[in-house]
């Protein structure tokens, strides 16, 4: 069973805006005051990159230069969730979104640094 589990992806036109959301699967699974929370995303023959990341304790914020400005990355330490508002979408940010867990802060936009995955939501915008 995968830790994380995604929510809110689907079909938009492009210009549109959709939220994803990631919760913990499992109740003992622990996000910990020191981890990052980060949304990745990989598209049809393209290598997985990072989008976006939160880290739990002082809610400082990361993004791709790409997302800058339309997504916003959010947690809930109430729900322990993490959510990707994303606005003013374009048809080449059609992907699998995933959610993951990172240790610390450190390399925070490097994949393999990450701990815990969900299975992913699929993204697709129209033109």
């Known amino acids: 069973q995968v830790p994380l589990i995604e929510s809110g992806g689907g079909l938009v036109q492009a210009g549109g805006s959709l939220g994803l959301t990631c919760t913990p699967s499992e109740r003992n699974f622990v996000i910990y005051a020191n981890n990052l929370m980060a949304w990745f995303r990989q598209a049809p023959g393209k290598e997985r990159e990072f989008v976006a990341g939160v880290t739990w304790r002082n809610n400082k914020k990361y993004y791709a230069d790409s997302v800058k400005g339309r997504f916003t990355i959010s947690r809930d330490a109430a729900t322990d969730s993490v959510s990707l508002q994303m606005n003013s979408l374009k048809p080449e940010n059609t992907a699998v979104y995933y959610c993951?867990?990172?240790?610390?802060?450190?390399?925070?936009?490097?994949?393999?640094?990450?701990?815990?995955w969900g299975q992913g939501t699929q993204v697709t915008v129209s033109s």
């Open positions: 993951a867990r990172k240790a610390d802060a450190y390399g925070w936009n490097d994949g393999s640094k990450y701990d815990s």
